[in-house]
């Protein structure tokens, strides 16, 4: 996917990875509360059921790809190829990956039985056919965001017409939900203020890569904060290293910190006193470098300048004796 293939930004109105962009006209006009009475169940029963599962984009965080990869036993590399596609994630220049459905566009996790990994399925199947938004004034990136939920209804979707009633926060509940946003908070609030910046500012290649290998590859990251030169510029205390080193989950937690500090500037991480310092030096340098040479062209234009009124006055005296 190319950048120019990107969607521009809404300057006012952001939605979650969790909303249903590509089906505007099946989201219901309505915002809803945690308190709201959401009419929905699906099963076995239900004749559509499983239709959902196709032709949908399913967008991976970095803990649905760790919990995915829990019941397939699949180092992050091997999942990465065999079940995921690259994208861009929505409205922003932040490479991710979703799900790559099979030849009939279904989603190569479910039969006709019903998902083969539901315990572990990803955020965007445990939200729906609730939907999650942020709301930001524009102009107020800075500002907390109004966080809300909508109801989406595909025509085909016979669970809503089933009786069972529980408000959104129960639904939350029942399909652990709130461990998912708990787990993915860090890394989405990366990604939405991202996308406050809309399409003007552009990442670097290397910081786009970076942000793909600590949001997908965990495996990898491991070994570069480990096997580069990440700890001789970062200041990382001896218990942090100690957690990252074996548990999965403090390292992706310590992903965020690191690609928050790297991408915004953010204090989430120190970088060691002497870094800085050469940092400095090396700034001071280039400003003296950069001094100096302004300096020369001035000279030169200044020579230039007097050597232009030299020809000019030599011509004058020339053009009085004639």
């Known amino acids: 996917m190319s950048k120019s293939q990107q969607t521009p930004q809404s300057p006012s109105f952001d939605k979650s990875l969790f909303a249903s962009d590509n089906n505007p006209s099946n989201i219901m006009p309505a915002k809803l509360t945690a308190d709201s009475i959401l009419k929905f169940r699906c099963h076995p029963g239900v004749s559509c059921f499983t239709n959902c599962c196709g032709n949908i984009n399913i967008i991976l965080t970095p803990y649905d790809i760790l919990r995915l990869r829990r019941p397939l036993n699949l180092s992050a590399e091997e999942f990465l190829l065999r079940f995921t596609t690259p994208v861009y994630l929505e409205k922003t220049d932040l490479p991710g990956v979703k799900i790559h459905l099979d030849e009939n566009g279904r989603c190569p996790f479910v039969t006709e039985e019903g998902c083969t990994i539901y315990p572990y399925r990803p955020t965007t199947c445990r939200y729906y056919p609730v939907g999650m938004s942020y709301f930001h004034a524009a102009g107020n990136e800075g500002s907390p965001a109004e966080e809300f939920y909508f109801l989406v209804k595909e025509p085909y979707c016979k669970g809503h017409e089933e009786p069972k009633e529980q408000t959104v926060r129960e639904w939350r509940v029942e399909q652990g939900i709130d461990e998912s946003d708990e787990m993915n908070r860090e890394w989405m609030e990366i990604v939405m203020r991202r996308k406050s910046f809309g399409l003007q500012a552009t990442l670097s290649e290397l910081a786009q890569k970076m942000f793909f290998m600590a949001s997908t590859d965990l495996d ?87 050597l232009l009124k030299q020809q000019i006055e030599g011509q004058k005296k020339t053009d009085k004796k004639s």
């Open 220 to 306: 990898k990251f491991r070994d570069f904060v480990f096997s580069s030169s990440f700890l001789d510029t970062y200041d990382i205390d001896a218990e942090t290293l100690a957690k990252i080193k074996t548990d999965d989950i403090a390292l992706m937690k310590f992903s965020c910190k690191y690609l928050a500090s790297s991408i915004f500037g953010t204090k989430d991480l120190t970088i060691k006193e002497e870094k800085v310092k050469a940092r400095v030096e090396q700034n001071k340098s280039t400003q003296g470098e950069a001094e100096k040479q302004a300096m020369e062209t001035y000279e030169e234009l200044r020579r230039d300048r007097d």
